[in-house]
């Protein structure tokens, strides 16, 4: 099976295109006001009305109030929500839409008890732990911290590029990988010769895979 996609941090209907073209399956659209990234309801609309079809809408959330997740997913067509803070489970459900959990990644995080303590999870994304600035800021954790037990689909996240994503796949079989800063020109703006190397790296960890 092949590794999905996202291109998180989309700021732009040009960077958007970019990435449908390239072959992702999702881009990810951040709601956390103090991200270089944010993007209000207006900005988030006029994207999601230039994607094609088959390209998925994740909304990115840290420590929302719910009525801020409603009044957002009530105007805007996201299909998945991903919760990036502390988040408990009772705080990621009830909004018609399936979500996926953010691990922050350190020193004593268990992920397996973290994805035990949500179990309407459809999946976990397994990311640095960053306290202010809740991902983006291409940090990588220790990969060795990724359980080989999953009883739901992992995304690796965290300091991917298109220089080491081949690697992460080969040697640890995510379900999706989520990149962000390591595809940019600057915070914000993507640059399209990195999200077609990054593709094309994705491409060749799933070659190796399949050769193994």
């Known amino acids: 099976?092949?590794?999905?996609?996202?291109?998180?941090?989309?700021t732009r209907v040009e960077?958007?295109?970019?990435?449908?073209?390239?072959?992702?399956?999702?881009i990810g659209l951040v709601f956390y006001r103090a991200s270089p990234r944010h993007?209000?309801?207006?900005?988030?609309?006029?994207?999601?009305?230039?994607?094609?079809p088959f390209v998925s809408v994740v909304g990115l959330f840290v420590n929302p109030s719910r009525e801020e997740v409603e009044a957002i997913t009530a105007a805007v067509p996201v299909d998945l929500l991903q919760f990036h803070g502390h988040e408990p489970a009772d705080c990621c459900t009830g909004f018609a839409r399936p979500y996926i959990k953010a691990i922050g990644m350190q020193a004593g995080v268990d992920p397996v008890a973290v994805m035990a303590e949500h179990p309407h999870a459809s999946g976990f994304l397994l990311d640095t732990y960053q306290p202010e600035?809740?991902?983006?800021?291409?940090?990588?954790f220790d990969w060795s911290q990724v359980p080989a037990r999953?009883?739901?689909p992992l995304i690796l996240a965290g300091g991917l590029t298109p220089e080491n994503v081949a690697g992460a796949i080969e040697q640890l079989g995510p379900f999706g990988v989520d990149v962000s800063s390591g595809v940019e020109q600057h915070k914000g703006i993507k640059s399209e010769v990195k999200i077609e190397a990054f593709m094309r790296g994705v491409e060749r960890g799933d070659a190796s895979r399949t050769r193994s």
């Open 15 to 26: 960077d958007a295109l970019v990435a449908a073209r390239a072959g992702a399956d999702a």
């Open 39 to 52: 993007v209000d309801v207006q900005q988030a609309q006029t994207l999601c009305r230039a994607l094609p």
């Open 133 to 140: 600035n809740h991902g983006g800021g291409g940090l990588a």
């Open 150 to 152: 999953r009883d739901r």
């Open 1 to 10: 099976m092949r590794t999905r996609v996202k291109i998180c941090g989309i």
